[in-house]
């Protein structure tokens, strides 16, 4: 098969050389005539005719194997650069699991390895240097999930592989990855806590309307008196799960859409004066007075006016409910270039201390589970607040002074919801 190639490589050769082999085949006959021996212009011409042909191919196949030969050495080593491109914390090591390079992702999670070190130098981990003794010994790829406390809670699935298992045992390498399970694992603990709490929070006054039903059927069949006020507590407990269900349900809508932001325009200044009037009579009996500032030119943003409504009702409700100490909740309008707009409802109650407040908008999280149920509270009003505000990409400042009072407030965007980056609450 490589005789019938070189023939081929060879003629086509010739063919590309005809020009130059031609010159030479006339100055050899023109030679014989001028006094050169016949035999000596056959030589030259043939030493000629040789060189063009065969040195040019000869110095292409030297060039081609010396090619081939640094491909052949650089095979058996990875492309350091293409971990370095990866995202993943990347470490590769040997069979004596010395370190022979790390990228910077895994620099940022376990530090700098020096020179010649060895894994457990950065990783003391027992189960992944167990997992890293499994690999080198069996060949095959192999994973743990390891969890950390200090200086925080994180998850990471560690994967060990050989590189190159067809290498001599002295030449393998090994790639161990990191994944970040973070925040999986803090999405899961958060669904679990979440149907944890539901539950409860639909068990207890389902509980007492079983309870007073039975009781009804039994003890205080014919007692009326009993009966008329176990109604009413029954009807309390009912409004208290349909309460319950409804901001549940509120909360599923706002997670569907909170991707898309509002379309619509809202004037702050008449949305939140209707919400003040639906809740006057709400106030009065708690001997609450409202108090409403607004700038003179009207503050209008981009929203959701039912949303909105939503949300400033929750907030000022809350304000009238446990701040009724102060007598006194002062909400105030304002829009400035540099800031753009802002709502803040104040209240002159008891305030929070300050290790409640960074956790105010979690599910069911209450400063006082008591004084919430007293207060008719499902513990999801501030939760729907932010993700009704995260869909408007607007903040929520909560700022509370005890024994003083607490003031919390909406800040929207100068620019338009659709073309900002979704930003988390700031807490102060």
């Known amino acids: 098969m490589a005789e019938p190639q070189a023939a081929d ?45 065969f040195w040019p191919a000869g110095r292409d196949k030297a060039r081609s194997r010396a090619l081939a030969k640094g491909a052949a050495a650089s095979s058996g080593h990875p492309d350091f650069a293409l971990i370095e491109a990866l995202d993943l914390p990347t470490i590769v090591f040997d069979r004596d699991t010395q370190v022979v390079r790390q990228n910077s992702a895994a620099q940022s999670l376990v530090g700098a390895y020096p020179e010649r070190a060895t894994l457990s130098a950065r990783i003391r981990s027992p189960a992944i240097l167990d997992l890293v003794g499994r690999v080198v010994a069996r060949g ?10 200090v200086p925080s809670e994180r998850w990471h699935e560690v994967r060990v592989a050989p590189v190159n298992p067809a290498a001599e045992p002295a030449a393998r390498l090994y790639v161990m990855t990191f994944r970040d399970l973070t925040e999986a694992r803090r999405m899961d603990r958060m669904r679990t806590d979440f149907v944890a709490n539901a539950s409860h929070e639909l068990r207890t006054p389902l509980a007492s309307l079983m309870g007073f039903i039975e009781t009804m059927q039994g003890p205080a069949r ?15 407990q009912a409004q208290r799960m349909a309460r319950l269900i409804d901001d549940l349900l509120s909360l599923s809508r706002l997670e569907m859409r909170a991707h898309v932001p509002p379309e619509g325009q809202v004037d702050l200044g008449k949305t939140i004066t209707h919400v003040i009037d639906t809740l006057k009579p709400m106030a009065n009996d708690l001997g609450v007075e409202i ?3 607004l700038p003179e030119a009207p503050v209008v943003v981009t929203g959701d006016v039912d949303e909105l409504i939503q949300v400033f009702s929750n907030l000022i409700e809350n304000a009238c409910k446990y ?7 002062q ?16 209240d002159f109650g008891p305030g929070i201390a300050k290790e409640h407040v960074p956790r105010l908008t979690e599910r069911f999280y ?14 999801l009003g501030l939760a729907i607040v932010k993700h009704i505000l995260a ?18 407030t909406v800040k929207f965007s100068r620019h338009e919801p659709a073309k900002i980056a979704l930003r988390r609450e700031i807490y102060q």
């Open 9 to 53: 490589s060879l003629a086509a050769r010739a063919r590309a050389l005809a020009r130059p082999l031609g010159a030479g085949a006339a100055l050899a006959l023109v030679a014989v005539p001028a006094g050169l021996e016949a035999w000596q212009a056959i030589a030259g011409y043939g030493v000629f005719a040789g060189a063009l042909l």
């Open 140 to 149: 095959f790829p192999e994973s743990v999930e390891h969890s950390e406390r």
């Open 222 to 236: 014919n007692d009326e008196a009993a009966r008329t006020r176990f109604f009413g507590i029954m009807l309390e």
């Open 291 to 293: 108090a409403l500032s």
């Open 323 to 329: 701040g009724q100490a102060g007598k006194r909740v």
């Open 331 to 346: 909400i105030t309008v304002a829009n400035s270039d540099a800031e753009g707009a802002q709502v803040t409802v104040q």
């Open 366 to 379: 209450r400063v006082d589970v008591e004084t919430s149920r007293t207060k008719k509270g499902t513990g």
């Open 391 to 408: 869909r408007h990409r607007a903040r929520l400042v909560i700022k509370s002074v005890p024994g003083e009072g607490s003031a919390f």
